[in-house]
């Protein structure tokens, strides 16, 4: 994209070293700053694997929540232009797809763009993901002629060795690598983890922008997401969207989840249920369920006010937005 048809509108483009790191987190942080600078922004989820059909429209789960959150004007599907349902990449490999992804890219970042100061591009996990239908992140990030922040998480070599491996692949195709965000730093037991992570990336020639801290409020599901994802019985209370971190933090019982299918007895299910306190039933034994609510993925939906709030404030405290700005 280049010329006439290149839209004035600057860019950053999000990418992770993997599932889960905190991606969505750097996304919603970073737009509110950009924001609230008083830049006009625009979002593009280029391709999207987890995604909602709204009014017809399939459109990825992170370009939805943006959109509600920030009130953004642009239409879904050019917020997602491309959508990788079921069997799609087994389609792809076998060449029964004649979509121009890349040209659907291009044309929805074009819209997008109009009239914005600043467009954030989401990837879709590692620099590599979406290589099978030629359109990994590093390549759209190229397409697009947008700089890169690799988004990685809490620890020391970890962290390093993925982001390391991750800017060389988009080095390879010729993306400058603006830097790495850590997400969920523990700074509370490691306050000289930003330090140590500064200097190992520094020896590879890349910039530590920030270390977004460790929060057990943003790790935990709420219990509507535990009831969502673990087949059982409600006995009593609400699935509510309460994360289930409040009552760690407040030291209290938010709820209870009964395993191994043992009904309790009358008298109890009656004392549970006058406090209504949060009661669930499944049937599989404590080992196995607790396996299960650990490996629940925690997304941030919209109406996750306290949970977004929460996000914005510690971004804002971890990256210097203008300065940020400066280097685009």
Do not use: W
């Amino acid at each position: 994209m280049t010329g006439r048809d290149d839209p004035a509108a600057r860019r950053i483009f999000l990418a992770a070293t993997g599932q889960n790191r905190g991606k969505t987190t750097a996304s919603l942080g970073l737009i509110a700053g950009i924001m609230g600078t008083g830049h006009r922004l625009g979002f593009l989820k280029p391709v999207g694997q987890r995604y909602l059909v709204i009014d017809g429209t399939r459109a990825d789960e992170d370009a939805v929540l943006v959109r509600e959150v920030f009130d953004l004007p642009d239409a879904l599907n050019d917020m997602s232009p491309v959508t990788l349902p079921r069997h799609f990449t087994t389609d792809f490999v076998m060449g029964r797809v004649s979509e121009d992804l890349a040209g659907q890219v291009e044309r929805a970042f074009r819209r997008v763009a109009a009239g914005k100061d600043l467009v954030v591009i989401e990837g879709t996990g590692h620099a590599g993901v979406g290589a099978v239908v030629g359109m990994s992140n590093a390549s759209v990030a190229a397409l697009l002629g947008s700089k890169v922040i690799i988004v990685s998480e809490g620890g020391v070599g970890r962290p390093i060795d993925e982001i390391v491996l991750n800017a060389s692949l988009f080095e390879q195709h010729g993306v400058q690598v603006l830097g790495a965000i850590v997400n969920k730093v523990e700074m509370d037991t490691h306050a000289d983890l930003p330090e140590i992570l500064r200097r190992g990336l520094a020896q590879h020639g890349i910039e530590l922008i920030g270390c977004i801290p460790y929060s057990e409020f943003l790790a935990n599901p709420s219990l509507e997401l535990i009831v969502t994802h673990l087949q059982g019985e409600l006995l009593a209370g609400e699935a509510t969207p309460i994360l289930a971190s409040i009552a760690v933090r407040g030291q209290l019982v938010m709820g209870l989840i009964l395993t191994g299918g043992f009904r309790p007895s009358g008298a109890v299910l009656r004392r549970l249920r006058d406090a209504n306190l949060f009661t669930y039933l499944v049937e599989t034994d404590t080992y196995t369920t607790a396996q299960a609510a650990n490996a629940i993925l925690v997304k941030t939906h919209p109406t996750d006010t306290e949970k977004i709030a929460t996000i914005i404030d510690l971004v804002d405290g971890a990256i210097d937005t203008n300065a940020l700005l400066e280097r685009l």
